[in-house]
């Protein structure tokens, strides 16, 4: 079946493209295949003036180039053909002679930009669904089908760096106001100015489009040599900046996009395509295309094994405990789900902050336009909060987020199980006690589950929900569906100590500690953890975690780990002290209106040591990174994650794991396994029996094995 | 038996209200709208109510905003509930809440609505400010207006008191009195003395301050929130320190030299939302839940204005007690709008008068004795304020809940309203 169908009429072919058997258009071969005869056909039927281009799918235009294609590449000089080839084919559409229209409505993403940017005229529909982008950075490419050139000529180069370089989507409106497109018009009325654009420009009309890089900026900046060297000096440096030279493609793009002003646009697609080969078949886009794989199927995944059963409806969230946590949380469940929240904690005050904490996410939704006026009015009407269980009979879903102790939890459930109808399920946002634990005050443990939310909730991107022996499959389902609502990677995770996240995280912070006892600055510390690759240092994630919550959790995984996960000895000193973190405004670094400052010299005092720069740096990052590594292979093989994939997604969301090393499991496997336990085996003699390798390692490296069954 | 003869009977199942504030006040910055809203997402919590089994809503609304001006459709419009569902804004000063509460139980007990939501709200703190006619007879030219020239002609002849704004009084469009004016007048011929309106104002203020520290006053009201969160939970203008002296010091406002009206003894402009929820008595069963209340009868009677313009109720509680066919006596506790000391005395008056019932009604009889034991037993709207449009049904919630408390069979709402107009309606327990 073909994927384009093509109606000729007043000598004007409306070709519609309908990827078969997907419910998205991408570019596939097929496509390409098709497309290049329909190129060749137009060129010489003196019959056809004009074509439009639209899509056949209700919700994309077309959302980019096939990526199993992309990963299938093998080899430099392979993906170098691939570019070059779809460079040449929508070089066709821009040299064909005849106009073409895109008409586009729905997401026009990667390639598909590219494509609509060979067009001569772009009409898009102003539906929510139409949204322009070249997200490629963000899978470790960049766009090369002549989007690095097309763009910065059409709009640009500050603009369309701007696009490039973040992979950002835009709305119809906003692309419109920057240039990308020429028209905006309503979805019912898209095909007949498509066509009336295209019979006129058959005509000879040409649209008049303002230069590129408007008023006197765009003038200095856009349209001079010296202007666009001062604009890439300037985005160079913000990309060095936020990449720390860990993702090569944004610093690419931009070679890619200068060598192509400077030179022309033939010298640009030679640039790209060579830049580009050598990305594609690099382990930095292998591991973010891996991950946006995983993340994809995760999606998908309902969160239980086998048959899974639907989820159930939820409308209603009611909240117990409009602290921090529980406002954020009621906070972003209105803002994403939309669904009714209903707040209830003890004391009327602390539920007319809550009310005011979770209103202010969906004031900062207002402020960066992420909703209207009109919904902010709608979704701000849907918290309520009091001091009773009022509305609790109306709750689908009840979120514990009290006081971490088992016997408020346990009255806290009493109470509500007896105001909730008998199908409502009850979750628990604990960090630190079993869900098995707090289900022993409730007549029907079956609807008792773990939501661990990471904070502050209306940025973290990871829950964990945690599924104990006794819960159902339905409960899990619907937590799992609801988790995703909200708009948060959802991983189950087993109810054991730390869960997944805080139990991989223990070892590698008790490390600093020690580290930071042995005399290291805490800068240096910091430092060598982001050159890394991760957002933070460890002594910075504790200040933001807070460290009473880090020693409360630290000591609880003591406890049910033993010696492997003792903290280091000197660190309970700091919270004796009175240091809470950022919080309080004191922990390894000072604070000052909420602004960090330098680090506090009076914790050397306080541990007593004189802090020296790290004698063996490399030893120490060592320490630090296979502490977490090894963990996450116990923990693996104790089933605390489902898979390595979850164990990945959760490390990377919920850590903020270095995305381009794909994730601790998958670091392990591109060091292989063998030398991770060689590693290991080396710090233990060095340090002590807490490195001893797990034994999945030593099987997967006396095996062969991976933790990973692909490449 | 107006329930049972003329139809479904309907019972009153719940309710809750904003605390009710001095306009400039607590909630100054809410806007009716956010009052009614407010008091309707709380009512559902505290009913546990599905949005989706509401059938139709009623609210009273007088003073309406130009920007909103069916205040229950942005009710029935949140998100709570769906999209689908009918609601209209009624205006009978006073008595609009009332009104409101009465249609829902017309439309229940003829079939038409099995739930419905009925109530009021009213800001005096976001009244709409007009323009001079003059003024904006040239706005509406200028927008007209074809040439320069016409436009700057237009322009020239606007004069400074032009653009003095106009704000909205509460007084009679048929005779130009004000609501105080004429309360005044009430005391004058009716013989009522500056000290039982300062004594039935004083009772007023001790009763809701009791029934405020004991939690039968707050019971009805859902806390509201202000800027960055802070509660505000229960009615501001409810005065601890009132004492019979204070009343008697303060100036009448309306007749400076003769009068009795005062601050004191006069209800204060306020700001405050309430709802109900009403149901057929099957529905209520069906649903599973224990009625605090059943609406036994109503009526509503209009006077001349021209006349003694707050005496409404002498007319509506009688025409009610007969369409409810129980006798005075049997009325166990009353709950009657303060207006004014002098209108409430006024009333009483009328009430308890054989020469007036001969007169005005016909009868021989008067209407009955007043047992102010069991009239506003938890204060009145002088002492908890008086939101226009809501009033009525924070006169009926406190009512049926304390019908509940006493276990009484029968009560009895009494409200006068702008316009001569009177409404009286009896709840009945099961």
Not at chain 1, 666 to 675: A, C, E, V
Not at chain 1, 694 to 707: N, Q, V, Y
Not at chain 2, 250 to 259: C, E, I, N, W
Request: proline residues 5%.
């Amino acid at each position: 079946m073909p994927a384009f169908t093509v109606e000729t009429k007043d000598g004007l072919a409306l070709a519609r493209l309908n990827l078969p058997g997907e419910s998205i258009n991408k570019i596939t071969r097929g496509v390409r295949d098709e497309l290049d005869a329909l190129l060749t056909a137009w060129a010489s039927d003196s019959g056809v003036r004009a074509i439009v281009l639209l899509s056949g799918k209700p919700d994309t235009f077309i959302a980019g180039a096939d990526i199993d294609e992309f990963v299938r590449l093998s080899s430099v000089a392979e993906a170098r053909e691939l570019v070059r080839r779809g460079q040449a084919l929508i070089g066709r559409i821009a040299a064909l002679g005849k106009p073409v229209v895109a008409a586009i409505h729905g997401a026009c993403l990667g390639g598909g930009l590219e494509a609509a940017l060979a067009c001569s005229y772009r009409v898009a529909t102003d539906h929510p669904k139409t949204v322009l982008g070249l997200p490629e950075v963000q899978l470790g490419i960049f766009p090369a089908a002549g989007g690095c050139q097309r763009l910065p000529r059409l709009i640009g180069a500050r603009a369309a760096l701007d696009m490039i370089l973040t992979g950002k989507t835009l709305p119809a409106s906003r692309a419109q106001k920057i240039g990308v497109v020429d028209e905006v018009v309503h979805p019912a009325i898209l095909e007949t100015v498509a066509l009336g654009a295209a019979a006129r420009m058959a005509d000879g009309w040409r649209p008049r489009r303002p230069a590129a890089g408007r008023g006197i900026t765009g003038l200095l900046l856009d349209r001079t040599p010296l202007g666009r060297r001062v604009v890439f000096a300037l985005a160079r440096r913000g990309v060095t900046r936020q990449t720390r030279g860990h993702y090569p493609a944004p610093l690419a793009a931009l070679r890619a996009v200068a060598h192509g002003l400077a030179y022309g646009v033939e010298a640009g697609l030679e640039m790209e395509a060579a830049l580009f080969a050598e990305l594609a078949v690099g382990e930095v886009s292998r591991n973010l295309v891996r991950m946006f794989f995983a993340t994809t199927a995760l999606k998908k995944d309902p969160g239980v094994a086998g048959q899974a059963p639907p989820p159930r409806p939820v409308r209603n969230v009611a909240i117990v405990g409009a602290g921090f946590m529980g406002a954020a949380i009621g906070g972003v469940a209105v803002a994403q789900a939309g669904v009714d929240v209903r707040f209830r904690d003890t004391d009327i005050a602390r539920v007319g902050q809550g009310l005011a904490a979770a209103r202010k996410i969906l004031d900062d939704r207002l402020k960066r336009r992420r909703i209207t006026r009109f919904e902010h009015r709608r979704l701000a009407a849907l918290l309520s909060g009091g001091t009773g269980f009022d509305g609790f009979g109306r709750a689908d879903l009840v979120i514990e987020a009290v006081f971490e102790d088992l016997q408020v939890k346990h009255e806290v459930f009493r109470a509500v199980e007896a105001a909730v109808r008998e199908d409502c399920i009850l979750a628990s946002n604990t960090s630190t006690i079993p869900i098995a634990r707090v289900a022993e005050a409730t007549q029907r443990p079956e609807r008792v589950i773990g939501m661990h939310f990471f904070s502050p909730v209306e940025r973290m991107p990871l829950l964990e929900v945690i599924v104990a022996d006794r819960t159902a499959p339905e409960t899990t389902v619907t937590a799992v569906a609801f988790g995703r609502r909200m708009g948060k990677t959802v991983i189950v995770v087993q109810d054991r100590p730390g869960f997944w996240v805080n139990r991989i995280l223990a070892p590698y912070l008790n490390e600093a500690g020690r580290l930071l006892e042995e005399g290291l600055r805490i800068e240096e510390l910091d430092a060598m953890m982001v050159k890394f690759g991760f957002p933070v240092g460890p002594l910075t994630l504790l200040d933001e975690v807070g460290l009473d919550v880090a020693a409360k959790s630290a000591g609880i995984l003591h406890q049910a780990f033993g010696d492997r996960m003792a903290p280091a000895k000197g660190v309970h000193r700091l919270t004796q002290s009175g240091r809470l973190g950022r919080k309080n405004g004191r922990g390894f670094y000072e604070y000052r209106g909420g602004k960090r400052r330098r680090a506090d010299r009076s914790v050397y005092e306080l541990l007593g040591v004189a802090p020296r720069a790290a004698p063996a740096p490399e030893e120490a990052l060592a320490r630090m990174v296979y502490a977490m590594l090894n963990e996450a292979a116990l923990a693996l093989e104790e089933g605390v994650v489902r898979s390595a994939r979850d164990g990945d997604i959760g490390a990377v969301f919920g850590i903020g794991y270095p995305a381009f090393r794909g994730g601790p499991l998958r670091y392990m496997d591109h060091l292989g396994p063998t030398k991770v336990v060689e590693e290991l085996q080396r710090l233990e003699g060095a340090w002590g029996k807490r490195f001893q390798p797990a034994p999945m390692l030593r099987r997967l490296a006396d095996t062969g094995g991976r933790f990973y069954s692909d490449a | 038996m107006m329930g049972a003869a003329n139809g479904r009977r309907v019972a009153l199942v719940a309710g809750c209200r904003t605390p009710f504030c001095r306009s400039g006040s607590d909630l100054k910055d809410l806007t009716a709208v956010d009052l009614a809203r407010h008091a309707t997402v709380e009512l559902l919590h505290r009913a546990n109510l599905d949005g989706e089994q509401v059938d139709e809503m009623f609210f009273g609304q007088v003073v309406a905003s130009p920007l909103a001006p069916n205040l229950a459709r942005e009710v029935s419009l949140l998100p709570q509930f769906p999209r689908t569902i009918p609601a209209v804004t009624v205006n009978r000063a006073c008595a609009s809440a009332n009104t409101a509460i009465a249609y829902a139980h017309d439309q229940i007990a003829l079939g038409h609505a099995r739930v419905a939501i009925a109530g009021g709200a009213e800001s005096l703190s976001d009244i709409p400010v007009l323009h001079s006619r003059r003024f904006a007879d040239t706005l509406v030219n200028l927008s007209r207006a074809k040439t320069l020239g016409q436009r700057l002609a237009l322009i020239a002849r606007i004069r400074p008191r032009d653009l003095i704004p106009v704000a909205p009084a509460i007084a009679e469009p048929s005779t130009g009195e004000t609501m105080g004016q004429s309360a005044e007048r009430m005391a004058k011929e009716n013989g009522i003395t500056r000290a039982a309106q300062d004594a039935l104002a004083l009772r007023s203020h001790q009763r809701a301050l009791a029934g405020t520290q004991d939690g039968r006053l707050t019971a009805e009201i859902a806390p509201m929130f202000g800027a960055g969160g802070t509660p505000v939970v229960q009615d501001n203008g409810v005065r601890a320190d009132t004492t019979a002296e204070k009343l008697a010091a303060l100036k009448p406002v309306f007749d400076r030299r003769y009068g009795t009206v005062t601050a004191g003894n006069s209800s204060p402009l306020t700001d405050g939302g309430a709802a109900v929820l009403l149901m057929s008595d099957e529905s209520a069963s069906a649903l599973g839940y224990e009625p605090l209340a059943f609406i036994r009868s109503y009526a509503v009677t209009a006077v001349d204005p021209a006349e003694q313009l707050l005496m409404g109720p002498a007319y509506a509680v009688p025409l009610a007690l007969e369409r409810a066919g129980i006798p005075w006596r049997e009325v166990g506790l009353i709950e009657m709008h303060e207006a004014f000391a002098a209108q409430v005395l006024s009333n009483v008056q009328a009430f308890e008068s054989r020469e007036w019932a001969e007169r005005h009604l016909g009868r021989s009889e008067p209407i009955g004795e007043v047992n102010w034991d069991i009239v506003n037993v938890m204060g009145g709207s002088i002492a908890i304020g008086h939101p226009f449009g809501a009033t009525g049904a924070r006169l009926t919630l406190t009512l049926a809940n304390e019908m509940r408390r006493r276990n009484v069979q029968f009560g009895l709402i009494s409200v006068c309203a702008q316009g001569g107009m009177g409404f009286a309606m009896v709840l009945e327990r099961r």
